[in-house]
């Protein structure tokens, strides 16, 4: 982000385009207060699509000279007191590993390789879907924070989920939904904080480096599979999912349409009870 908008200052841009930044990579302080620096134009934090939509229509005001029209004060960053501030603690000092067992039995796969699956019914996950996800984070069903109007669980039970009632007949009717998934076991080792996944004939086939919690235990996502000096191999499992590319033609229709909080349907993710029994991997993609 911070390249582009050094690229729109130089190309002599920032005063004719304002820019609205989010996603979870983000935050406000970064943006309202490192990048506003840094840009010689307008720029915005937005946290979703629906902030983003009232910041247009602040930037739109403000533009045509409408009465009243402003866009909302840049946030300030939370500073702590210096008399509380505490200085970073180097990490503690200890082994490499973690005091993880390394003795329990070595599972034994199913097979090894991959295997597809295809034509996965909506009716066999349509019950896993994070409601909480949907209903707050995309749809923006939230209690008035005076008090006043309908509470959280009226607005779902009269918003929430009849629309999402009808967007699974929808998605059942026209089959939008077209979930596959890509699974399978590979045998692997451990190096440090890298898990190391083996090809058939031991060599590596690629390999994954993990963060090390820097003090307590000094947990490391590797440390749960047998270390290359142990002399065995272990096994990991992957998967990959998809629902398809049919849903993001329908939502890509829907946001072109304007219809934002439906286009949203598209995101539902699992709940946390279900994402819980994955492994390793699991991304969707369309």
């Given at each position: 982000m911070k390249e582009n908008l050094q690229e729109l200052n130089a190309r002599d841009l920032a005063a004719k385009y304002p820019v609205i930044l989010g996603g979870?990579?983000?935050?406000?302080?970064?943006?309202?207060?490192?990048?506003?620096?840094?840009y010689e134009g307008e720029v915005r934090y937005a946290r979703d699509a629906f902030e983003g939509l009232r910041l247009m229509d602040a930037l739109i005001g403000v533009k045509r000279g409408v009465p009243g029209a402003k866009l909302p004060e840049l946030r300030q960053r939370r500073v702590r007191p210096a008399a509380s501030a505490q200085v970073a603690e180097p990490a503690e000092a200890g082994p490499v590993r973690s005091d993880?067992?390394?003795?329990?039995?070595?599972?034994?796969p199913p097979f090894f390789g991959t295997r597809v699956v295809k034509g996965i019914p909506l009716r066999e996950y349509a019950s896993w879907l994070d409601e909480g996800a949907l209903f707050k984070g995309q749809w923006g069903l939230k209690a008035p924070r005076t008090g006043d109007g309908p509470g959280y669980e009226e607005?779902?039970?009269?918003?929430?989920?009849?629309?999402?009632?009808?967007?699974?007949?929808?998605?059942?009717?026209e089959n939008l939904l077209e979930a596959a998934v890509v699974y399978g076991y590979f045998p692997c080792h451990s190096?440090?904080?890298?898990?190391?996944?083996?090809?058939?004939?031991?060599?590596?086939?690629c390999r994954f480096t993990f963060p090390r919690q820097r003090r307590g235990r000094r947990l490391c996502l590797?440390?749960?599979?047998?270390?290359?000096?142990s002399g065995e191999t272990d096994v990991?499992?992957?998967?990959?999912?998809?629902?398809?590319?049919?849903?993001?033609e329908a939502t890509a229709d829907l946001f072109a349409s304007d219809a934002y909080r439906d286009s949203a349907i598209r995101r539902l993710r699992l709940s946390s009870r279900h994402r819980r029994g994955y492994a390793l991997g699991c991304h969707w993609w369309t």
């Open positions: 979870a990579a983000l935050t406000r302080a970064y943006v309202e207060q490192d990048l506003h620096a840094l993880v067992a390394t003795d329990n039995p070595v599972p034994a607005l779902v039970e009269r918003e929430g989920r009849p629309r999402l009632r009808g967007w699974l007949e929808r998605l059942h009717t190096e440090g904080d890298d898990l190391v996944v083996l090809a058939e004939d031991g060599s590596e086939r590797a440390d749960f599979f047998r270390p290359k000096e990991v499992g992957l998967q990959v999912v998809t629902v398809g590319s049919r849903i993001g």
